[in-house]
Nanobody, 121 residues
C-alpha cells in the first residue's frame, strides 16, 4: 500500500556534504510526519531529524547546525541535507513516515529500505 524510496547515500570525506531524499507513494490519505533515523554498526537505531506536515522540525543534538530536514508535501517527499559530515555520521539512514493509508484508512508507520552513508576520515 505504501512504499518509501530513499536515495542519495554514498561515500564522502569528512567535512563533505550529502543530500538524502525519500519519496512516499501508494494509497496515502495523509502524512502526519516524516523523518530520518540512522543505525551505525553495533548501535541501536536513533532519530536524526523529523518534520511535521506543518513544517515543525526536531533534530538530534549531534546533528544540530549541520543537518537540515525539509519536505515537499505535494510530492510526499522529505529531504535531509547533511553538511560538515563526520566519521561518526557513518550509518544506514532510514526514512520513516507516520501516515494514514490504504482503503481502510489504517494508521501506518512506514519505513524505507535504508541508504548507506559512509564518511571517511
Amino acid at each position: 500500500q505504501v512504499q518509501l524510496v530513499e536515495s542519495g547515500g554514498g561515500l564522502v570525506q569528512a567535512g563533505g556534504s550529502l543530500r538524502l531524499s525519500c519519496a512516499a507513494s501508494g494509497t496515502i490519505f495523509s502524512i502526519n510526519a516524516m523523518g530520518w533515523y540512522r543505525q551505525a554498526p553495533g548501535k541501536q537505531r536513533e532519530l536524526v531529524a523529523a518534520i511535521t506536515s506543518g513544517g515543525s522540525t526536531n533534530y538530534a543534538d549531534s546533528v544540530k547546525g549541520r543537518f537540515t530536514i525539509s519536505r515537499d508535501n505535494a510530492k510526499n517527499t522529505v529531504y535531509l541535507q547533511m553538511n560538515s559530515l563526520k566519521p561518526e555520521d557513518t550509518a544506514v539512514y532510514y526514512c520513516n513516515a507516520d501516515l494514514v493509508a490504504g482503503l481502510l484508512g489504517s494508521a501506518l508507520d512506514a519505513w524505507g529500505q535504508g541508504t548507506l552513508v559512509t564518511v571517511s576520515s
